[in-house]
């Protein structure tokens, strides 16, 4: 937090939010946010480093020093269309209104960057203290719903609770949803929420109905402990083995992979036998194999992920031209044969398997 030393002692510029959050905890922080009281890009544009600036927000990005960092400018906002992004009413405003526009109390502190000074107009630092998350007005998850998985984030990494008023708002507006919500934003934050790999996240996912919010279908609690699962196959996309287990997801937009890894798994019915996990699972994604097994057939999932999976097969399309058979669909017919028998005897050697083929030509 040097940023004090290179510009000037300006007492209008406030770290604010979860950065102040983080360090009253303890704890380090994602990113660095500063807010000017005032129009942040005219604040900058005297210091002739501006990068990028976007004015709709009146956000800026400077060099300090050789490194990038972002202002704010203070800025009020209404939800004119719940649910989505809010508009911008005024840059430039006071710091105690940029604050009312956040989502708790203890992501609505400010410390001043040339005196440390904290601001805390809405009793943040006892919250924090108390360990609790407090919306700042009733109609706070009305206007962004974003903010009750953003709770359930916040609740996990630092076991914060929801404070007793703030969890029956949750209730009610949970049992009322307004599905014309940006599921842009609703996808980051549980992406964020559920990459954190917690049980603990999952479990209050579903039994306070924060699920609802993506999936109306009624949802039981799998049997599994995912987070132990995870620890033990590490996957790219964590998230998606806790939410992609949710029937119904049409509303949150997939990229092509994520999609394929849940249509994968739900394409998949019962496997018997160890050819038929095999086949199954070979060239999916470790996350389509997990869902599966959560959802499906464990014992299937875990054969292929410790053992079946590391058995291959040697004979090559190569071999059989030279033992003198065309290339035809044949030869995969031949290479499930020679699997087939490799998955009872992996033993087998290469020469082994030869001899297979050869058997199989007569
Ligand atoms: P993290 O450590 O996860 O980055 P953060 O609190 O810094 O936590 P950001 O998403 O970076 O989270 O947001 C920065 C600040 O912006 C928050 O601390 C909060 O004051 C405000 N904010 C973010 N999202 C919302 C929202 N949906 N509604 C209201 N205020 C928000």
């Given at each position: 937090?040097d940023?004090?030393n290179i510009?000037?002692?300006?007492?209008?510029?406030?770290?604010?939010?979860?950065v102040?959050?983080?360090?009253l905890?303890?704890?380090?922080s994602?990113?660095?946010?500063?807010?000017?009281v005032?129009?942040?890009?005219?604040?900058c544009?005297?210091?002739?480093?501006v990068?990028?600036?976007?004015p709709?927000?009146?956000?800026?990005?400077?060099n300090?020093?050789g490194?990038e960092?972002?202002?704010?400018?203070?800025?009020?906002?209404?939800?004119?269309?719940?649910?989505?992004?809010?508009v911008?009413t005024?840059?430039?405003?006071?710091?105690?209104?940029?604050v009312m526009?956040?989502?708790?109390?203890v992501?609505?502190?400010?410390m001043s960057?040339?005196t440390?000074?904290?601001?805390?107009?809405?009793?943040?630092?006892?919250?924090?203290?108390?360990k609790?998350?407090?919306v700042?007005?009733?109609?706070?998850?009305?206007d962004?719903?974003?903010?009750?998985?953003r709770?359930?984030?916040?609740?996990?990494?630092?076991g914060?609770?929801?404070?007793?008023?703030?969890?029956y708002l949750?209730?009610?507006?949970?049992?009322?949803i307004?599905y014309?919500?940006?599921y842009?934003?609703?996808?980051?934050?549980?992406m964020?929420?559920?990459n954190?790999?917690?049980?603990?996240?999952?479990e209050i996912?579903?039994q306070?109905?924060?699920?609802?919010?993506?999936?109306?279908?009624?949802?039981?609690?799998?049997?599994?402990n995912?987070e132990?699962l995870?620890?033990?196959?590490?996957?790219?996309h964590t998230?998606?083995?806790?939410?992609?287990?949710l029937?119904?997801?049409?509303r949150?937009?997939?990229?092509k992979?994520?999609r394929?890894?849940?249509?994968?798994?739900r394409?998949?019915?019962?496997?018997k036998?160890?050819f038929e996990?095999?086949?199954?699972?070979?060239?999916?994604?470790?996350e389509?194999?997990?869902?599966?097994?959560i959802s499906k057939d464990?014992?299937?999932?875990i054969?292929?992920?410790d053992i079946?999976?590391?058995?291959?097969?040697?004979v090559t399309?190569?071999?059989?031209?030279?033992?003198g058979l065309?290339?035809s669909?044949?030869?995969?017919?031949?290479?499930?044969?020679?699997?087939?028998?490799k998955?009872?005897?992996p033993?087998?050697?290469?020469?082994?398997?030869?001899?297979?083929v050869?058997?199989?030509?007569n």
């Amino acid at each position: 937090m040097d940023i004090i030393n290179i510009y000037d002692n300006s007492d209008k510029l406030y770290y604010i939010g979860g950065v102040v959050r983080d360090k009253l905890l303890g704890v380090k922080s994602f990113d660095v946010d500063i807010t000017y009281v005032g129009n942040a890009i005219e604040y900058c544009s005297k210091f002739g480093e501006v990068i990028q600036e976007n004015p709709d927000f009146g956000t800026v990005r400077v060099n300090v020093g050789g490194r990038e960092v972002d202002f704010a400018s203070t800025r009020s906002e209404i939800y004119e269309k719940k649910g989505h992004l809010p508009v911008v009413t005024k840059i430039g405003c006071s710091l105690k209104e940029d604050v009312m526009r956040r989502d708790f109390t203890v992501n609505a502190l400010a410390m001043s960057v040339s005196t440390g000074e904290i601001v805390d107009y809405t009793g943040g630092q006892k919250d924090l203290k108390d360990k609790i998350l407090r919306v700042l007005h009733d109609e706070s998850f009305i206007d962004d719903p974003t903010r009750i998985i953003r709770a359930l984030k916040f609740r996990v990494r630092f076991g914060f609770d929801l404070e007793e008023h703030t969890r029956y708002l949750q209730e009610k507006y949970l049992s009322d949803i307004n599905y014309d919500m940006s599921y842009k934003r609703v996808k980051k934050e549980l992406m964020e929420t559920f990459n954190l790999n917690s049980q603990r996240a999952f479990e209050i996912f579903i039994q306070e109905g924060i699920y609802k919010l993506v999936s109306p279908e009624k949802f039981e609690l799998p049997k599994v402990n995912i987070e132990e699962l995870i620890k033990k196959y590490p996957v790219e996309h964590t998230w998606l083995v806790y939410i992609g287990l949710l029937p119904d997801l049409l509303r949150l937009e997939f990229t092509k992979e994520e999609r394929k890894i849940v249509e994968d798994f739900r394409a998949i019915g019962d496997l018997k036998t160890d050819f038929e996990i095999y086949k199954a699972f070979d060239g999916l994604a470790v996350e389509s194999i997990l869902l599966y097994g959560i959802s499906k057939d464990m014992n299937a999932a875990i054969r292929y992920l410790d053992i079946l999976r590391y058995i291959k097969i040697s004979v090559t399309g190569e071999d059989l031209k030279a033992l003198g058979l065309k290339p035809s669909p044949k030869y995969q017919e031949i290479f499930d044969y020679i699997l087939q028998a490799k998955l009872q005897n992996p033993q087998m050697t290469y020469e082994d398997e030869i001899s297979l083929v050869k058997n199989y030509k007569n």
